[in-house]
DNA sequence: GAGTGGTCTAGACCACTGT
DNA sequence: CAGTGGTCTAGACCACTCC
């Protein structure tokens, strides 16, 4: 008759889920320690196998720990994330404007540091494309305007996981009259897509970046190769020039457990005193 | 002996889910529709129960789909995204030094609009902690070193849900000469954080955003109202000041469903002539 | 080769949704 | 009340890792 609040107890996975969760975030098992096997588990609880199996697959998709065949799962070690600063924007408009020799070498913005050149292969198509409702509108151009549309994959040779990934939207008016731009073959363009621009007189004033985050697809957690349980970040970068016009728009995605995006915002300072007189 | 290369089919319940997958994708199951019931999807795969309801699980934790007792699958509907754009941080700046009759009424910046004051629920809780080494290092400052903890929390009184989630750190020293700002029961401070600073001669003159993401727990997950396959967005915001020493750290999360992080970079203009004569 | 987790089946009961 | 998905069991086979 009468409801009972709370009394019902959690489904058996999910409170096997939440103890081995605690043991972790306690310290009980460390980063890397092995976690109980199933049978272990389904003993402990006295539970079937599957339930075991549910809680560690949940485990998984929060990505809490790694789990394979043949392995005992192990509580996952957090990878050192890459840094990717804003003050990249400013770094390479001040290079658009140094003469070649210094720009040379210093491809695209997306560069993998910290590995091997011999392991990365670096590919770039170009395709012209109609902008569609949703790009017109950013570039505020007509639909059926066109645009250069630029795809960036770099890969690891080794392992053939990508490095990273992204595609960059121009308006084909803007760039049509230097065919260089159009032109895949030029790449890796030595000052990147700033000096690009500025060779048909555009200085971007303004970047605007849009973050926000979703679970991978199957085939891009496979791409990536990304452990269960780790999200993407989505990051569309949108490069206005001195008359607020969009001329760039980027998206480009990375792996959220070894990344992290870092955006510098300078403040005005306050007018000298506030009390002043007028 | 010779390894077939690539000719072992995936396990039915990933050919399924990519099956399922690329109809979405298509646009041939709409945004709302209603997926196959698992009996469907046994009879049309031929396998079991457990098999379909394997793939519909992965489909969950990937945030296409949302699931429930007694009703079919539905394609998830993406819900509009709230724009946090980094321009807070000079409007708030240049609040700080308004009178207080202008900055009355405008508390803390993660209010929500978008929804009638009244289901909100803001609490605020202070405490003082030991700095630990993650923390001190942030602040350059000894481990032992004492730090103001503020935590914010607002939440939707009819749905109980969390409406934002925020710990703010400040060095006891930086504040100990203002007692009102030790004191919880002054929230909610007009002007926010930085006004409150401004009273002990402090003005920040920028700030660095440190954005990742993760899946939440089960908790979290519960907490905001989150669907499965959600992930969380986490924010530290680190505040310097004109010596470029740190004077507050916030860690903030967002649902990446319905979140957009915004950042502007004004970047400085090329001198007006790269080959003017020197 | 022993032990592990991953896949898969068949079948049961329950909570919840629609009508 | 019929039908749905969520939970749970018992048991089988396989791929993989480690010894």
Redesign the interface.
Known sequence: MEPQPTAVSPPIH?RI??DL?MQIERGDLAPGASLPTLADICERYSCSMNSARSAI??LK????ITAGRGRAPVVRIPPG?VVRS?ER??AE?DL??RPASERAGIGEAETNLNMSIVDQVFDSTYDTITAGSQLAEVFGIATSDLLLRRRYISKDTRTDRLLSFSTSYMPVSLVSSNPDLMDETKEPWPGGTQHQLSTVGV????????????????VEAQQWGLPD???L?LCRRISLD?NNRTVEVSDAEYP??R?????????????KK?STKS
């Open positions: 999910l889920a939440d969760r697959t949940l998709a929060q990505g809490l994330k804003s924007h400013q408009k658009a404007r200085e971007i004033m303004c970047m605007v970046d849009q973050v926000t985050g979703r679970m991978p697809t199957t349980g780790v999200p970040l001195a959220a457990d990344t992290e995006l870092r955006f510098i915002t300078p403040l005005k300072p306050w007018r506030a």
